[in-house]
T-cell receptor, first 111, second 115 residues
Framework: NAGVTQTPKFQVLKTGQSMTLQCAQD?????MSWYRQDPGMGLRLIHY???????DQGEVPNGYNVSRSTTEDFPLRLLSAAPSQTSVYFC??????????FGNGTRLTVT | LAKTTQPISMDSYEGQEVNITCSHN???????ITWYQQFPSQGPRFIIQ???TKVTNEVASLFIPADRKSSTLSLPRVSLSDTAVYYC????????????????FGKGTKLSVKP
């Protein structure tokens, strides 16, 4: 039981490049979400999903796309990376009446 | 959506009790209060959750007054290893369909424990 697994751990992109941050959970949780964390800003919700085929926007969705084709996976796509997207990204999952389980994050730098 | 407000930082010494308060004035009837701890380079991890009055587990206590507009995380006899950022999260954890899935964190409280 690995919990929430995020890959890669580190990534450097150039402005305009695209990439996908991967998130997988093996707990059969229906709910999954993505947060970004910047110094002094806490955790800000990007997108979330309450089940396969269902996604919704959080606080800061612009510049990011998500899809949820399976219960296990919730990838986050940056179509055209910008320096403002330099951040640490955390994926989380939960089941009804349970707390959020977080991955260990992906540190992204956009130059 | 219940927004939360916490102190940005707190200092303490080893062995002291630390109380961190979170304000959530527009908490909804179905909302629970959950606290998380985050160490550098790690994801947040669950500490404690409550709905009203007092909850205690092996690491912390959570005090919630009758009006539920605030909550206090109490860490007894802190050690250096309790140095971390603590987040309060308010949301409907029994359901997460629709807007209940919009789980918004505050900016957290950075606790520094000194020897």
């Amino acid at each position: 039981n690995a919990g929430v697994t995020q890959t890669p751990k580190f990534q450097v992109l150039k402005t305009g490049q695209s990439m996908t941050l991967q998130c997988a959970q093996d707990m059969n949780h229906e709910y999954m979400s993505w947060y970004r964390q910047d110094p002094g800003m806490g955790l800000r919700l990007i997108h979330y999903s309450v089940g396969a085929g269902i996604t919704d926007q959080g606080e800061v969705p612009n510049g990011y796309n998500v899809s949820r084709s399976t219960t296990e996976d919730f990838p986050l796509r940056l179509l055209s990376a910008a320096p403002s997207q330099t951040s640490v990204y955390f994926c989380a999952s939960k089941e009804t009446n349970s707390p959020l389980h977080f991955g260990n994050g992906t540190r992204l730098t956009v130059t | 959506l219940a927004k939360t407000t916490q102190p940005i930082s707190m200092d303490s010494y080893e062995g002291q009790e630390v109380n961190i308060t979170c304000s959530h004035n527009n908490i909804a009837t179905n909302d629970y209060i959950t606290w998380y701890q985050q160490f550098p380079s790690q994801g947040p991890r669950f500490i404690i959750q409550g709905y009203k009055t007092k909850v205690t587990n092996e690491v912390a206590s959570l005090f919630i007054p009758a009006d539920r507009k605030s909550s206090t995380l109490s860490l007894p006899r802190v050690s250096l290893s309790d140095t971390a950022v603590y987040y309060c999260l308010v949301g409907d954890f029994l359901n997460y369909g629709g807007s209940q899935g919009n789980l918004i964190f505050g900016k957290g409280t950075k606790l520094s424990v000194k020897p």
